[in-house]
Every structure is written in structure tokens, then in C-alpha cells.
């Protein structure tokens, strides 16, 4: 019978844990980079009748970005926004007449999205081992 190792067993389940992360990470990644396209396309393209309009249309929609996915006090967070200085405006204020595009944007393509970030994330984690 062969030794056991405890010490091997525990580097072993350290070594998975963190293949594990970094794989979730990479969906995380992939998955946050389609909710921002998928925001983007919802928000407002600028105009309407009681929207601000967009310095240039597509300001907006242009401002958003996804920060990498970092693992912090033990969990994957990512940061994703819209950098303009009226971003958050457009985003809360339903009361905006929005000729194209929408109040809510990052909101509701997260809610439409995260089934499908979930699977995505753990399809990633699943590929680690080959299943």
C-alpha cells in the first residue's frame, strides 16, 4: 500500500482551488465583457424629448467599460459602468424620454444576462477538469 500524504493531499486541494479560481475568473471575465455589449446596446443613444443630449451621439454608450475580474476578502468581483458624468442620470431617471435606447440599461442586461453568466462561469470552472 502506498503512503499517504497529507501534506501532498492538501497541496493537492490547494492547487485545484486555485485553477478553479482563475478559471472562474476567466468566464467572469468573457461573461462581464458580453453584459457591458449588451448594456451598451441598451443605452440611450442620446436625444428625446426630455433626455440630455449626448455631446456626440453614442458618448454614452461608447464610455462603458469592464475592469478584469480580481479576487477580493475571497470573491471574483468585476467592475463594470458607463464614464460620463451624466451615466448614472440616464441610468436611474425613468422620467427621460429616450428616442433610442432605455433607463435601467446596465440593470436590465444584467437581469436578462445572469443565467447565462452563471452557466458561462461554471462551463469555464468545468473545462478545468475536462467535463
Do not use: C
Request: charged share 25%; hydrophobic share 35%; proline share 4%.
Amino acid at each position: 500500500m502506498a503512503d499517504f500524504s497529507f501534506a501532498e493531499f492538501f497541496r493537492n486541494v490547494r492547487e485545484r482551488g486555485e485553477r478553479a479560481i482563475a478559471a472562474a475568473r476567466r468566464g467572469l471575465d468573457e461573461a462581464g465583457e458580453q453584459l457591458l455589449g449588451d448594456a451598451q446596446q441598451l443605452a440611450p443613444l442620446g436625444g428625446g424629448s426630455h433626455s440630455p443630449h449626448d455631446p456626440a451621439p453614442g458618448t454614452l454608450q461608447g464610455s462603458g467599460t469592464a475592469e478584469p475580474a480580481e479576487l477580493v476578502d475571497g470573491q471574483l468581483v468585476k467592475v463594470i459602468g458607463f464614464n460620463t458624468e451624466y451615466a448614472a442620470v440616464q441610468h436611474e431617471d425613468l422620467d427621460f424620454g429616450h428616442d433610442q435606447g432605455q433607463a435601467k440599461y446596465l440593470e436590465t442586461a444584467m437581469r436578462n444576462g445572469q443565467d447565462k453568466m452563471m452557466e458561462h462561469i461554471a462551463g469555464r470552472v468545468k473545462e478545468q477538469w475536462g467535463g
